[in-house]
Structures are given as structure tokens and as C-alpha cells.
């Protein structure tokens, strides 16, 4: 034997003696599970706090009472479910409900076509009876007829017309038929007759499509059925009225607008109607009325 | 040699100063065209909500290192690629956000559509500002992303590639704080916006936003088709399956309505119509909005722990397509709603 062999012998016997592998075999077992925890926590710090994560949402749905949830988040429960979800959606939309921004769009887009159709009409009848001063009211009779010929008519309640007014693109005429005195003026803002006022709103569909896209303020919609009739409640801030149009809803076309004063605690009119406009759209118009005459006394056809 | 670097560097950021500023005084000169594109709560909304889904994506630190890296700081490689991702991410967030926003905006204008034809065709005019916002945003955040591309593109294939290649040694972090604190900032912005803009409401108590902006219809269909689509596709907590399947939901349920629009142009009323077109604009906007509160947030914080680089392409498609097609069908519905077109027999 060598000399370096019998030295290494001689401090490993020294080491055996010093240090005793003598601990109890429990004490043991234990040292050794410790040192295997801590070795895993050291290799693996990030798997074992998602682990641990994983434990504690685990206790949380299965120890709580959450455990529908865990329940419907099964694939024999989520699969059939979402299917579910997946045709009611399809049935609910043919099914057509109702719907706030359904409702918005709808609204929207049947003005908008009302618009389009009043301002490309080819001729406008329509008979006005105003609420005026000392609750008398007043009638008038307005035809209109492509490209620019207006013919206003006031009427007296026996059916006889006092004034009738001519507007073309060169001048406007009125004839008062008791005096049989012809006059005549350049521009609609130069009427000083009071009793044309009321109908210088809807001398042409124009006048009517501008009101609709620029004053009024869309309040309220009802409809009755797909193709009859559709009713815009309307307000009119700076006259502080409500306006309800009823629309044809095959031709898109107004049949007829009541004024009342605005209510604030009612949604709706229903009070004092103070202008009732009744229309007929593209019916013909001979052009010779269009032409300014007078004759005394004329009676209203 | 190093002061003459040191000159050359401040006379490069004073000249991006001086271009700024050119750019900002040319805008405030021009006049009204520009003042007329300035919408101060859009473009608040779009950036806030910006900030809160890359708090929903991404940690404190990813965010300091992205800023740090696209302002030239030295980095890793690795924080390098995250860096680019995250100004990538950025940019496709504020692109989605404007859309979202445009969508909030144009629901607003017809819901409360109590105004004159004129005044509601320009709100929902106007609605179309949001998305124009996030795109500007989206090009300014995109420039990071070319710089620090270029910046990885220097450094050898092999290195690039392990970068890529590397296996999903970190694992996928659970909620962090600031995280929450995203999640948060962008369901505040987002409600607010929605809750705020139809208070605004002419007469009358205000609206209800669930009434106006949840059609039960389109969020059943999306919800459950994402449902379906998750399951088959799998790995849901990678948020993957989440963004394509909402977005693929979304762009079949709209793409259905968008048919069933033109149908009921030859066939029925105005109220099919109506019926059709709010389920276009609901699809998109559920859609959308689950892609931003679930998919993408997961996805984002998917790929900067290592995971799911390689698997970017399809999503990709679905960050950029489905919104711009989710704002073509909104300008399809704009023209709908404001042309006067009833039956086409």
C-alpha cells in the first residue's frame, strides 16, 4: 500500500469518528423531505406560486359555493349552451324585437325617405284652418305645382274667398276680391297682408322639407302596420309647439299635420289645435290657375 | 470625438423639435378644416383608453424598457423584441380603440336622434373622428416599431432566431396590479363615455346605455359562436382563440345582417332594415369590445412572457382586418341610414 493511500484511510476514519451518521432514522426522513421541498421551491419558484395560485382558486370554487359555476364551465354543459345562445340569437332577429336603436333607425330613415319624397313631388294641394286671434279661424287652400307656382287662397268660414295670392319665380300678386284691387310685391318677406302669415310655412314642399331638416325636433314615432301610416311627433323650439305629422307609409308622402301648444307634462299634443294641414300629393293641376286674375266674390270650389 | 457625437445628437432632437412645432402652428394656422376635426372627449377617450389596455397587457417594467428602447437606451435582445412588440401592440390598441370609438359615437348620435335630420347626419358625421384619431396614434406608435425591428434586424440570424425559438421557460404571470389597474381605466373610460355622451339627451330622462347599445340578438350570436369557436380552437388562457373567434363571430353575424339589409331593401320595410343594420352595428361593437377586454390583454401577456411568438400571423389578421372592416360596414350603415332609398322594386 502506498503512503498517500493509507493517509486518505487514516482522515476518513478521523472524519467517521468526529461526525457520526447516528441520527435517529425519523429525524432523518424528515431532513431529508425538507431538503427535497426546499431543492423544488429553489428549481421551480415561479411554477410553484402558480401552483399555489392554482390551489387557492381550486379551494375557492370547489370548497365555496361556486360550484355551479365550475359546473357550467364544463365543455357536456358550455357546448350545448352556446349552441343555444347561438340559434336564439338567429330566431330573436327574424323574429324582428324591438330594439331603442332599432327604433332611432327606423325613425331616421323613414324621414329621411319623406324628405327625399316631398322635395321631389311634382304638385302639393293642401288646405290649412289656423286658430287665429279671438278664436276665429281661418282657412286658406294652397296649391303648389313644379317647378316654382304657388296659389294661396283665404278663405271666409262661408266658404267665400277674400284674398288669393299668385307666387312665381318673377314676382307675387294678390288680389283682394272685395276691393277688387290687384297689387303686387317682388319677395315673400314683403307680404304685409297678417292674415297670409300663417300660411307662409308651406307655400312649397320645400318650405315643408326645410322646416323638417332643420327646426323640428324629433320627439316621438308611432306606426300602425308596414305600409299605412306612420305618425312623427315633432317639437318646434322657438314656437314652443308640438307637431304631429301623419305620414302615408306606401308613398312615403304627409297626409296631415296638426299644431298644438306645447305641453310640458304631456308627451303628445291633444290639446288646442292650432293649425290642422290636410295634403294630397301629384294630383293634376290645371297651369291656367296658376295664372293671376280677379273676379269679385269668388266662391271656393 | 465624443462631444462631436454629443453636438450632432442635440442638434438631431432640436431639429425633430423644430419640426413638431411647424407641424402644430401649420395646423393651428390652417384654420377652421382642422378645427373642425378637433373633438377634445374622442380624443381623450381614445388615448386614456389606449393607456388602459397596455396596463391591461403589459407589466410596469415591460412599459418603462419599451419607452426607454424607442427612446435609443441600450437593452438586451430579448427586451429589445418585447419592446417592439409592445409599440406594436400600441399601435394596434389605439387603431381598435378609434374604431370602438366610433362606434360608441355613432350609436350615441342615433340613439338620442331627437335633433333635426341636418344636426343628427352631422353628429353621426362626427362620429367618424374617434377612428381617425386612433389611426394617427397608431402611425405615431408604429415608428418605434420600425426603429427597433431595424435595431434586431442587426443582430445575427442565429441569435434572432433562438430569441424566437426559445421554449416557454417563463410562465404566463397571473394578474398583476398594474394589470387590474388597466382592466379598471379602460371599462371606466369606456362606460363613462357610453354613460356621459346619452345623459346628453335633448328632453326627457336620459337613456338607458344597456337599452340603446345591447341588442340581445347579436350578443347571443357572438357570444355563443366565440363560446363554440374557443372550444374547438383550445389554449383559452393564451387569449388567442379569444381574439380570433370574437372577431370571427363578429364578421360572420355582421356579414349576415349586412345580406339581410340588402334583402330587405328589395323586399320589405324600413323596419327590417333597421333591424338588420342594428345588427351589424351591435356585432361589431360586442365584438370589438371582447377582442379588447379579453382575447388581446391575455394574448399580449401570452407572447411577452415568450410564448406564442411564432403563432402571431393569424392573430395579426384579426387585429387589423376585423376593425377595418367593422368601420367599413359603419360607413355601409351611415350611407344606409342617410340615403332615401325605399324599395329597390
Not at chain 2, 401592440?89 to 350609436?107: D, E, K, Q, T, W
Not at chain 2, 335630420?117 to 418605434?144: K, T
Amino acid at each position: 500500500m502506498k503512503k498517500e493511500d493509507s493517509d486518505k484511510f487514516e482522515i476518513d476514519d478521523l472524519l467517521k469518528q468526529t461526525l457520526k451518521d447516528d441520527l435517529p432514522p425519523e429525524l432523518e426522513s424528515r431532513m431529508k423531505k425538507q431538503l427535497i421541498l426546499f431543492r423544488k421551491k429553489m428549481d421551480q419558484p415561479e411554477q410553484q406560486r402558480r401552483e399555489e395560485t392554482n390551489g387557492a382558486l381550486r379551494r375557492f370554487f370547489y370548497g365555496g359555493g361556486l360550484k355551479w359555476m365550475q359546473w357550467m364551465l364544463k365543455k357536456q354543459v358550455l357546448a350545448p349552451a352556446s349552441i343555444i345562445m347561438v340559434v336564439l340569437g338567429a330566431v330573436l332577429q327574424i323574429t324582428g324585437p324591438s330594439s331603442v336603436l332599432a327604433e332611432s333607425i327606423s325613425i331616421l330613415k323613414t324621414s329621411v325617405i319623406v324628405s327625399d319624397r316631398v322635395s321631389h313631388a311634382e304638385s302639393m294641394e293642401c288646405s290649412i284652418q289656423v286658430l287665429a286671434e279671438n278664436e276665429q279661424h281661418l282657412k286658406y287652400f294652397i296649391q303648389w305645382l313644379s317647378p316654382n307656382l304657388t296659389r294661396v287662397q283665404l278663405i271666409k268660414q262661408n266658404q267665400d274667398i277674400i284674398k288669393t295670392m299668385w307666387i312665381s319665380e318673377e314676382e307675387i300678386t294678390i288680389a283682394d276680391h272685395a276691393t277688387n284691387i290687384l297689387r303686387k310685391v317682388e319677395k315673400v318677406e314683403q307680404i304685409d297682408d297678417q292674415e297670409f302669415q300663417h300660411a307662409l310655412d308651406l307655400l312649397s314642399p320645400l318650405d315643408l322639407v326645410e322646416q323638417m331638416e332643420g327646426k323640428w325636433r324629433l320627439k316621438q314615432y308611432s306606426q300602425q302596420g308596414d305600409c299605412e301610416s306612420g305618425t312623427f311627433t315633432v317639437a318646434i323650439p322657438e314656437e314652443k309647439t308640438l307637431l304631429e305629422l301623419t305620414v302615408d307609409l306606401c308613398t312615403f308622402l304627409p297626409t296631415n299635420f296638426k299644431k298644438f301648444l306645447e305641453d310640458p307634462k304631456k308627451e303628445s299634443g291633444e290639446g288646442k289645435i292650432l293649425m290642422d294641414v290636410n295634403f294630397k300629393w301629384n294630383t293634376s293641376i290645371p297651369t291656367q290657375l296658376m295664372l293671376p286674375k280677379i273676379t269679385k266674390g269668388s266662391s271656393c270650389a | 470625438m465624443s462631444s462631436i457625437i454629443d453636438l450632432k445628437r442635440i442638434w438631431k432632437v432640436l431639429s425633430r423639435i423644430l419640426i413638431v412645432i411647424f407641424f402644430v402652428t401649420g395646423v393651428i394656422l390652417s384654420g377652421s378644416f382642422f378645427t373642425d376635426l378637433m373633438k377634445g372627449p374622442s380624443l381623450v377617450f381614445v388615448l386614456l383608453g389606449g393607456v388602459g389596455m397596455a396596463l391591461m397587457g403589459f407589466s410596469a417594467r415591460e412599459i418603462g424598457a419599451a419607452f426607454k428602447n424607442a427612446a435609443g437606451g441600450p437593452d438586451g435582445k430579448e427586451n429589445l423584441q418585447n419592446s417592439a412588440y409592445f409599440w406594436e401592440a400600441a399601435a394596434r390598441n389605439f387603431l381598435m380603440l378609434g374604431v370602438l370609438g366610433a362606434f360608441i359615437s355613432f350609436v350615441t348620435a342615433l340613439g338620442r336622434s331627437r335633433g333635426g335630420i341636418a344636426n343628427i347626419a352631422l353628429q353621426m358625421s362626427e362620429s367618424f373622428l374617434p377612428a381617425v384619431y386612433g389611426m394617427i396614434l397608431g402611425v405615431i406608435c408604429f415608428v418605434p416599431v420600425l426603429k427597433l425591428t431595424g435595431e434586431l434586424s442587426k443582430h445575427p440570424l442565429q441569435e434572432s432566431r433562438e430569441l424566437l425559438e426559445k421554449p416557454g421557460e417563463k410562465a404566463v404571470k397571473i394578474l398583476r396590479f398594474e394589470n387590474i389597474i388597466g382592466y379598471a381605466l379602460f371599462i371606466a373610460v369606456v362606460g363613462w363615455t357610453i354613460i356621459s355622451s346619452l345623459s346628453l339627451y335633448e328632453s326627457g330622462s336620459p337613456l338607458n346605455p344597456l337599452e340603446v347599445f345591447i341588442y340581445w340578438p347579436s350578443l347571443l350570436v357572438v357570444l355563443g359562436g366565440t363560446i363554440v369557436l374557443v372550444m374547438f380552437i383550445g389554449d383559452a388562457a393564451a387569449g388567442r382563440s379569444f381574439t380570433l373567434s370574437f372577431a370571427l363571430t363578429g364578421l360572420i353575424g355582421s356579414l349576415m345582417a349586412f345580406v339581410q339589409t340588402l334583402i330587405s331593401f328589395s323586399s320589405r320595410g324600413v323596419r327590417d332594415v333597421a333591424s338588420a343594420m342594428t345588427f351589424i352595428i351591435s356585432s361589431c361593437f360586442i365584438a370589438l369590445l371582447g377582442m379588447m377586454l379579453v382575447g388581446i390583454p391575455l394574448e399580449d401577456r401570452t407572447i411577452t412572457a415568450g410564448k406564442n411568438k411564432k403563432q402571431l400571423t393569424l392573430s395579426r389578421i384579426a387585429w387589423y382586418v376585423f376593425p377595418v372592416a367593422a368601420l367599413i360596414l359603419l360607413l355601409f350603415a351611415f350611407v344606409t341610414v342617410l340615403i332615401p332609398v325605399k324599395k329597390v322594386v
